[in-house]
């Protein structure tokens, strides 16, 4: 039944077809089940209790969340052995919202260790694979929400995205990822990567899910200074089937088959792919027009991405010294303390971003890293803005092709080729876009998805697009299939 | 000072008075209970944000107003990265790059008559949580993480210990006026950075400068640039000066000296950046302008008032500013109708010495203003002798009764001349070998009279008249 979206699940609780109680124990078996396969929780919450069925859509229905969201009395790790012992005392706004609204949280999925990373591999709980095929990653850092949503454990989890944490890795395991415009639901209570590139998001199976539960998650908040009053948008009442006149833009130097000249043989169906959805676009009366930018600077993204995101992290992350929570560690004196706890708690990935915020923010260095970083940054978010007086979107494929496989038989290589193709989602956490990734179609039996990203502000434009072009492709619900490998 | 001179800068830390903390709710009230006052954005649980406390902004502006600070545009913050266990975030809230105000300049008294202290800049910053160190262990207060604090820095622009004590004292006063704070040191509410160096007299280049970190009181600010100046002094006298090192040093309270605390090249690096979760504030004209409006007449202000409306001394003023409630007292006196002159001596006399006995504050002296003018009404009406407004004033506090329960036709003075014959000639003649003594030479019982004349009247003769009286009659 957990196949289903929210507005169906809602009308068989409202008829009794169903009640919340059944609904939690199918979801907490199925929780189990894809846990023995692909490894996607931290937590399984098996005295989940059902809620009272109300108007509201998500009332009584069961969700994940991912752990790096503060859960009041549920354990929260961020995937960390610095937080494997954490229990938080209070909820993050966005899980208070939900539960005022009825929703049922049956579990804490796994991520890449506090949201840094983008392969699923890096929790503490070890890998998550994907439903599709679990030879593959499911990409990260919200994996094991996008694993779970994929192989229909509920109709939507929680994510965050700090460069594409949730729509990289909704692409790769076929479903919906929506993060909305920065300070649209607040982050209270979501453990820091780069406060300045965070957003809480969600994954779904499709656009009016994705809609449903952000309008639940989301509202001004007195404890987060950087939200903003959205009480006048009602994401899922503005779906309609009005698109004429919309108009997109995507980049020639990201999507024309040219600037490959050593493009894969999965590179070449990918594009070919994107092409052929801009043209089913265009026959529902979206403008779809290519547009150029400066290669040059457009390639530096990642490595502006890097300096700011690592810089901020190193900042954020130094609360975790083992003295106020967190399994406390030995030492003479309280500085060794506060170093033994953190160099046996951090893996060593995330101890190399640290090294390299802590450098790119040295009083030497800073000119040259963090602030041109955050200059480059500044001239990307100008030239989209430019572009969003003219289009409602911009329109690229998620990544160079399906999901790569764990083991890295195949690895996943970023050649100066397809630099941007890989970071181009970074641009709506530069500016604080609302960006929506849906599947678009199959490569090699694996889901490939599609994004848009709009202005700030203009979320309910960005889900019409999507939803418009979900509803002309044959992948909404979809179930994650695919090959199970022992 | 011989052949150098002493170049002194300041950093001045006030905690700020406000319901709660800077970027917390938590409450900001002085609590003997540790850690009573706390949130979990104070303790740094993950992903608690900090919220921007309106209050202390608006406190941190009228300062910079006050100091003749320019003022942003825009308020942001930084954060400050560093470790330590006082230390919940890892980082500190400050302002570095656009402090809440910047070169100013304020004008303060000294023995050697006015002096204009410049100011490098005044800043919006949170408290540490405060540690207490044992033999085997250390604890950890955070009732004052997230205190908001001002700081304060100056140019290197003083002179000698005299001068800096001069300034902070005028500070401190100037924050209590303002009501932003108690800045009472006992509470560790102000602390202060030294910074010293010497320089020959007629030299241009300044000499090496030493820190001295975390100088808890007035006096030890004192103790400490003199100690520095000795040392350095020293130093350069054996020529030794390249002994003098760019380092930062901390008061010893025990031994009244300096000890070296780590150097210049051990310096941290606070890797500042831009706090990303307080979005730029506009400070709008018109706030700031509301603001400036809002600023409360200051002690020096009010001291040259005294002095040149009032006729007061330089001392009674200087006496009567220390404390803006004494400087309330003061004029609500005035308000009234006292004689300015009167109301001071009072209030530097008797008023001021009761406190200091009874080691209480004059927000909770029970004769306020308008009680002591009753004393004041008699004594000008010459209802009562000055001694007996002492009694009056004494049996008033002790009994907490107002003043004019005393003063009555009962213990009111015998002015009467016609009355006081009476009583004298009774009295003279019950004693005539007195008389006749006193007429022979004895002149010491002309006060055997008078006090004979205070016994009958239990005090209450009019002194002058009596002894008027007597002189006639003997």
Same mark, same amino acid.
């Given at each position: 039944m957990l196949n289903k979206n929210i507005l169906e699940l809602h009308n068989l609780l409202i008829n009794k077809e169903t009640t919340s109680k059944s609904l939690i124990e199918?979801?907490?078996?199925? @929780?189990?089940?894809?846990?023995?396969?692909?490894?996607?929780?931290?937590?399984?919450?098996?005295?989940?209790?059902?809620?009272?069925?109300?108007?509201?859509?998500? @009332?009584?229905?069961?969700?994940?969340?991912?752990?790096?969201? @503060?859960?009041?009395?549920?354990?929260?790790?961020?995937?960390?052995?610095?937080?494997?012992?954490?229990?938080?005392?209070?909820?993050?706004?966005?899980?208070?919202?939900?539960?005022?609204?009825?929703?049922?949280?049956?579990?804490?999925?796994?991520?890449?260790?506090?949201?840094?990373?983008?392969?699923?591999?890096?929790?503490?709980?070890?890998?998550?694979?994907?439903?599709?095929?679990?030879?593959?990653?499911?990409?990260?850092?919200?994996?094991?929400?996008?694993?779970?949503?994929?192989?229909?454990?509920?109709?939507?989890?929680?994510?965050?995205?700090?460069?594409?944490?949730?729509?990289?890795?909704?692409?790769?395991?076929?479903?919906?990822?929506?993060?909305?415009?920065y300070g649209m639901i607040s982050r209270y209570g979501l453990f820091p990567f780069a406060s300045s590139l965070d957003h809480c998001g969600v994954l779904t199976r499709c656009v009016e899910d994705a809609a449903i539960a952000t309008d639940a998650m989301k509202g001004i908040d007195p404890k987060d200074m950087t939200t903003w009053d959205s009480s006048d948008i009602n994401l899922y009442?503005?779906?309609?089937?009005?698109?004429?006149?919309?108009?997109?833009?995507?980049?020639?130097?990201?999507?024309?088959?040219?600037?490959?000249?050593?493009?894969?043989?999965?590179?070449?169906?990918?594009?070919?792919?994107?092409?052929?959805?801009?043209?089913?676009?265009?026959?529902?009366?979206?403008?779809?027009?290519?547009?150029?930018?400066?290669?040059r600077l457009f390639q530096t993204?990642?490595?502006?991405?890097?300096?700011?995101?690592?810089?901020?992290?190193?900042?954020?992350?130094?609360?975790?010294?083992?003295?106020?929570?967190?399994?406390?560690?030995?030492?003479?004196?309280?500085i060794e303390k506060m170093t033994n706890y953190r160099t046996e708690g951090f893996s060593p990935l995330i101890k190399r971003r640290f090294v390299i915020g802590s450098y790119v923010l040295k009083k030497e260095n800073q000119e040259r890293y963090y602030l041109n970083a955050a200059r480059v940054r500044r001239q990307i978010v100008d030239i989209m803005k430019k572009f969003f007086e003219t289009y409602d979107g911009l329109i690229l494929p998620v990544s160079a092709g399906p999901a790569p496989f764990l083991d890295g038989s195949r690895k996943e290589t970023i050649t100066d080729d397809i630099r941007i193709l890989e970071n181009h989602l970074i641009i709506g956490n530069f500016g604080g876009f609302p960006s929506i990734t849906i599947p678009n179609g199959f490569i090699d039996n694996l889901p490939v998805g599609i994004n848009i990203t709009g202005n700030c502000y203009k979320d309910a434009d960005i889900l019409n697009i999507a939803y418009n072009l979900e509803s002309i492709l044959p992948y909404k619900n979809q179930i994650a299939g695919g090959v199970d490998h022992e | 000072m011989s052949k150098y001179k002493a170049v002194i800068g300041l950093e001045m830390h006030c905690e700020l008075k406000s319901n709660s903390k800077v970027f917390s709710e938590g409450k900001n009230t002085y609590n003997e209970i540790p850690n009573s006052n706390v949130n979990p954005v104070d303790m740094a649980f993950p992903g608690t944000l900090p919220v921007l406390n309106k209050k202390s902004v608006y406190q941190a502006i009228l300062m910079a107003l006050v100091l003749n600070c320019k003022v942003p545009s825009y308020l942001y913050f930084d954060r400050k990265n560093y470790y330590y266990p006082d230390l919940p975030k890892g980082f500190q809230i400050t302002q570095m790059h656009a402090p809440i105000g910047t070169n100013g300049y304020l004008i303060i008294d000294t023995d050697k008559g006015e002096k204009k202290v410049l100011i490098h800049d005044i800043h919006l910053e949170e408290d540490t949580a405060s540690l207490d160190h044992y033999s085997d262990a250390s604890l950890i207060n955070y009732n004052r993480a997230g205190v908001p604090l001002l700081e304060l820095v100056t140019e290197p622009c003083l002179a000698s210990a005299e001068e800096a004590v001069a300034f902070l004292e005028e500070m401190r006063r100037i924050y209590q006026y303002c009501d932003v704070s108690e800045a009472d040191t006992k509470k560790g509410q102000i602390r202060c950075d030294v910074?010293?160096?010497?320089?020959?007299?007629?030299?241009?280049?300044?000499?090496?400068?030493?820190?001295?970190?975390?100088?808890?009181?007035?006096?030890?600010?004192?103790?400490?640039?003199?100690?520095?100046?000795?040392?350095?002094?020293?130093?350069?006298?054996?020529?030794?000066?390249?002994?003098?090192?760019?380092?930062?040093?901390?008061?010893?309270?025990?031994?009244?000296?300096?000890?070296?605390?780590?150097?210049?090249?051990?310096?941290?690096?606070?890797?500042?950046?831009?706090?990303?979760?307080?979005?730029?504030?506009?400070?709008?004209?018109?706030?700031?302008?509301?603001?400036?409006?809002?600023?409360?007449?200051?002690p020096r202000d009010r001291k040259k008032e005294y002095i040149n409306e009032y006729g007061l001394s330089e001392y009674d003023a200087n006496i009567i500013i220390k404390d803006k409630d004494y400087a309330n007292y003061f004029e609500e006196c005035v308000k009234i109708g006292i004689v300015p002159k009167t109301a001071a001596n009072w209030l530097t006399v008797s008023i001021i010495g009761y406190l200091n006995k009874e080691d209480c504050q004059i927000k909770d002296f029970y004769l306020t203003p308008v009680l002591l003018s009753q004393i004041i009404t008699a004594i000008n009406d010459s209802t009562i002798s000055t001694k007996q407004a002492k009694e009056i004033f004494n049996k008033s506090l002790t009994e907490l009764k107002e003043p004019n329960t005393y003063i009555n036709k009962d213990n009111a003075q015998i002015n009467d001349k016609k009355e006081l014959e009476e009583i004298i000639i009774t009295i003279l003649n019950n004693n005539p070998s007195q008389i006749e003594a006193y007429k022979n030479g004895r002149s010491n019982l002309f006060d055997y009279f008078v006090g004979q004349v205070m016994k009958e009247t239990k005090g209450k003769a009019n002194p002058n008249l009596t002894k008027e009286i007597l002189k006639e009659k003997l």
């Open positions: 199918e979801s907490l078996k199925k @929780s189990h089940e894809l846990q023995a396969k692909c490894n996607a929780f931290v937590t399984i919450i098996d005295d989940a209790k059902e809620s009272d069925i109300t108007k509201d859509l998500i @009332s009584g229905i069961p969700y994940g969340i991912k752990d790096n969201y @503060s859960t009041k009395g549920i354990l929260s790790t961020a995937s960390s052995n610095t937080l494997k012992d954490y229990v938080p005392f209070f909820d993050a706004t966005a899980i208070a919202n939900l539960k005022k609204h009825g929703a049922v949280a049956v579990n804490k999925t796994v991520l890449d260790e506090f949201g840094m990373g983008g392969t699923g591999t890096t929790g503490h709980t070890g890998s998550v694979l994907n439903p599709w095929d679990t030879k593959r990653m499911t990409a990260g850092s919200s994996a094991g929400s996008a694993a779970a949503v994929a192989y229909g454990v509920y109709p939507f989890a929680l994510g965050s995205d700090t460069g594409d944490s949730i729509r990289k890795p909704a692409a790769y395991c076929g479903i919906v990822g929506y993060k909305p415009t009442n503005s779906l309609n089937k009005n698109v004429q006149g919309k108009k997109l833009f995507y980049l020639k130097e990201v999507v024309d088959l040219e600037n490959y000249p050593h493009a894969t043989e999965e590179l070449k169906q990918h594009l070919e792919n994107f092409h052929q959805t801009i043209e089913k676009l265009k026959k529902i009366g979206i403008e779809v027009k290519s547009e150029t930018i400066d290669k993204i990642g490595s502006a991405y890097t300096c700011i995101s690592c810089a901020e992290a190193t900042s954020n992350m130094s609360n975790l010294n083992g003295i106020i929570f967190g399994p406390a560690a030995d030492g003479e004196t309280v | 910074n010293v160096s010497i320089m020959d007299q007629d030299a241009q280049e300044l000499g090496t400068k030493v820190e001295v970190k975390n100088v808890n009181t007035i006096a030890n600010v004192f103790e400490t640039i003199n100690y520095e100046i000795k040392r350095q002094t020293e130093l350069k006298e054996a020529g030794r000066y390249d002994e003098v090192k760019q380092e930062t040093r901390r008061f010893d309270e025990e031994t009244g000296t300096t000890i070296k605390m780590r150097d210049k090249q051990d310096a941290i690096d606070y890797k500042y950046f831009v706090e990303p979760n307080i979005p730029k504030y506009k400070i709008a004209e018109e706030w700031l302008s509301t603001i400036q409006n809002s600023i409360p007449n200051l």
